[in-house]
């Protein structure tokens, strides 16, 4: 396969998997901080590990002798978890600047510590961060929120300016202490919206838009964030508080909705009140949302005296009521309540 046959190399498929192969070369200047210009190949090892990022990526290996070739001090490094560049790392975050956010990924990851020359190469160098295509920016911060010490990475973003550059925002410890209490289902999303918690919705959206996220990711983040706006949803103190919750945040949701809650407020007592008795009471079972109505608009529409453009308020009204008491939800009760509302229906609304 000729996954990358400009840059010399090709893929193997051998037991179903594709495995890379790379002629030793030695990459000639760099344009927008991210791809060399020119590609010479070359028989020697050390000059191609020369030109790679970090040393715990410059460790090769004889596969017939099995010995290990290390010129730059990256098995010593592994050992210590020392994530630190090969040579000068001004030149090597010059050279590509996606590097500076692989290392804070990479401290995510693997949880190493990055190295001080490093890291002060990394804030010296932040700005060309803006050169790099967004697509590739938000893959990084995608792996980086799947890591095993998020909180670190994040603290090395943060180093870095990504918040300030592409939130516009000043990430405080405690938020990033917040999300290491989130739930591992849909993680990087949930992540995503208690981070940028204090962002106003519209501007949010344009930022993530920017930063290439999909359609459907933004909807979700969007959605967690129209639910979570709302504090008096989580007021929660009796069954019906429940259900309005769950209407809310939809079947669908609700775990994630909560979740959020318990990174952000921290209510253990709550959250156990909450869940406990979702399962207990099934109440997901309950009618939740205006499809659950033993009514329909089409049955508002025959009793003629209502404006059609109040059936939806009105159909919101009844939910409200079998919220509050689910065994209301009867269409000959439901019928009945819409005429004591008719009294009120050309004033209230």
């Known amino acids: 396969i000729k996954t990358g046959i400009k840059h010399g190399t090709i893929g193997i498929i051998f037991n179903k998997k594709v ?15 991210r791809a060399p210009k020119q590609v010479e ?16 990526n410059a460790i090769a290996m004889n596969i017939f002798s099995f010995n290990i070739i290390d010129c730059y001090g990256g098995e010593k490094d592994l050992n210590k978890r020392i994530i630190r560049c090969i040579g000068n790392p001004n030149k090597r975050f010059e050279e590509d600047a996606l590097r500076i956010l ?9 949880n190493f510590n990055i190295e001080k020359n490093t890291l002060i190469s990394m804030k010296y160098k932040k700005e060309n961060i803006l050169m790099i295509s967004k697509e590739r920016i938000k893959n990084e911060f995608h792996k980086l929120l799947e890591g095993t010490n998020i909180q670190k990475g994040i603290y090395y973003l943060k180093k870095v300016n990504f918040f300030k550059n592409f939130f516009n ?9 917040k999300i290491a209490l989130l739930d591992k289902d849909k993680f990087y999303l949930k992540a995503i919206t208690i981070l940028t918690i204090k962002k106003p919705i519209k501007e949010l959206k344009e930022k993530l838009t920017l930063l290439k996220f999909s359609n459907k990711e933004i909807k979700l983040i969007l959605f967690y964030r129209s639910i979570i706006d709302n504090n008096n949803i989580f007021n929660v103190k009796k069954l019906s508080d429940i259900r309005y919750l769950l209407s809310k945040s939809t079947r669908e949701h609700y775990k994630e909705i909560i979740d959020i809650y318990k990174a952000l407020k921290g209510k253990k007592k709550k959250y156990l009140f909450i869940t406990k008795n979702i399962k207990r009471k099934k109440l997901l079972k309950n009618p939740l949302s205006l499809k659950d109505l033993k009514i329909n608009g089409k049955d508002i529409q025959n009793l003629k005296q ?11 009204i009844l939910l409200s009521c079998v919220i509050e008491n689910p065994k209301l939800n009867t269409k000959n009760y439901l019928m009945k309540k819409i005429k004591t509302l008719k009294v009120n229906i ?4």
């Open 19 to 33: 495995f890379e192969i790379t002629t030793y070369r030695i990459e000639k200047e760099y344009e927008n901080n």
């Open 41 to 56: 190949y070359t028989k020697n090892l050390t000059k191609d590990l020369e030109r790679r990022d970090f040393t715990i």
């Open 102 to 110: 692989r290392a804070a990924r990479f401290s995510s990851t693997l």
């Open 169 to 177: 925002l000043e990430i405080k410890t405690k938020l990033i202490k």
């Open 306 to 316: 209502i404006d059609n453009k109040n059936i939806g308020k009105i159909l919101n």
């Open 346 to 349: 050309f004033h209230s609304f």
